[in-house]
């Protein structure tokens, strides 16, 4: 048995005791025991003062900061005089930070694919809001990779001297597709600054920002290793940090204010960008956390989830009804090349119609497995995956009062989302031999009852 697989009895011991079969990694990580010990030993054994002063306690505090900061730059391969750690509350912040500040002017592009979060969508308001121009790389079903000549075009095809950003995900939080991070150099060689969203790759595959260096990379910490959640960090390259530009100043992110005189000086580094205080009793959990990582290695983990992820597609793909059909569609790539452990899919009726998602949900439910039903956010893969076509999105309105459930009735979508497994570093072989088990329900199923509960969101 590999160091990981023994892990399940000791470190996560609590899921085989609960019964659970936990299939959703790219929604959070799971901690291990010794994670939180490890914490609360510290906590348990200090005096903490807030890290903005220098008295006793402010000043171990600030050791622990700043040993937290510098782990992270080191889990990552980062070098301090390269690159910033900020740390924010979450990816969704990070992200935040960049759109909000990116000095977007009329004339200036933000680039983004498909594939991206809402979290990543959010950007174009600013970019709105600021006159940039915002264009959308398509994603090609059935695989959901980008489509890589239209890449090419808009990254190459740029004139003038213009602040222009691309955004891409490394791992599709959707369909677990990992697009290529050699595009980041190719993008800086035409000038462009790059925002990788890290959050759905960085809990299982190696991020070397020695090797590929994007001007922001964004990531949640409970996605890598489930605690603390409430910290996430912008890791930001030094040169495009400094073409930022706050909106506003606050407590912690300037060295000195006036009132009488309007006037403020920024705080330098990381501190000009963590507004207020940072979560800072849960920031030694974060170093904890990314020792834990160590432990077995990033390569291992990702050797241990892309061989779990290949045997559940194989189930997924292998799983037909009497009449010889299949009773499941993967959204995405069917086999472990160029992707990683997380499997968008709906379950077919022997017609070939969807589930509905919401009686999968229900299924896995009373078997104690936790998927993730929906559009998960990413709204975009999503309408590759089920060929949505613009002109349809254009023509529905969500009118006032109405329920997502009409809405997708209105527009005549085939369900209202798909069904993710994701795995990591505690899935076992019994996990994926459980989900087997579970995709037998769905095997000749003519119809679903029709007590589903309604939709509240994507
Ligand atoms: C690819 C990706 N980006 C961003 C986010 C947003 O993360 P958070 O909600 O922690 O801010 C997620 C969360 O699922 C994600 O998977």
Known sequence: MSL??????????????????????????????????????????????????????????????????????AFFRASPDEYVAIFTP???????LVGEAYPFRPGDRFLLTFDNHNSVNGIREFARARGAETTYVPSLAPELRVDEAVLDRYLTDVGGDHHNLFAFPAQSNFSGVQHPLEWIEHAHEHGWDVLLDAAAFVPTNRLDLSRHRPDFAVLSFYKMFGWPTGVGALLARREALAKLER??????????????????????????????TVDFLNLPAVEIGLRHLDRFGMEAIHDHVEAL????????????????????????????????????????????????????????????????????CNPGAGEVAFTIARETLVGGEFGEGMALDDYIDAIGLPSGGAVRASLGLASNRADVERFARFTGAFVDLESVPDDLPPRSGC
Do not use: K
């Not at 799971?30 to 402010?58: C, K, W």
């Not at 606050?250 to 580094?269: D, N």
């Not at 793909?317 to 993967?330: K, L, T």
């Not at 090349?337 to 499997?343: K, Q």
């Open 90 to 96: 979450n990816a969704t912040g990070a992200l935040h």
């Open 247 to 276: 909106p506003w100043f606050s407590g912690g992110t300037i060295v000195a204010a006036f009132v009488q005189r309007e006037w403020y000086q920024s705080a330098p580094g990381a501190a000009h960008f963590e507004d207020g």
């Open 4 to 73: 990981v697989e023994e892990l399940r009895s000791t470190e996560f011991a609590r899921l085989d005791a609960g019964g659970h079969v936990y299939l959703d990694y790219t929604g959070a990580g799971l901690y291990a025991d010794s994670q939180l010990a490890e914490h609360l030993e510290i906590l348990r054994g200090a005096v903490f003062g807030n890290p903005h002063s220098s008295n006793p306690t402010s000043a171990a505090m600030t050791e622990l900061v700043e040993s937290a900061r510098a782990a992270v730059l």
């Open 309 to 376: 992820a290949a045997a559940l597609l194989d189930e997924l793909d292998g799983v037909r009804h009497s009449n010889g059909s299949p009773a499941a569609v993967i959204y995405g790539p069917p086999s472990s090349d160029g992707r990683g452990a997380t499997v968008a899919f709906n379950f077919l009726h022997p017609d070939g119609g969807i589930v509905d998602e919401r009686y999968v949900d229900r299924v896995a439910q009373a078997d104690n497995i936790s998927l993730r039903t929906g559009c998960f």
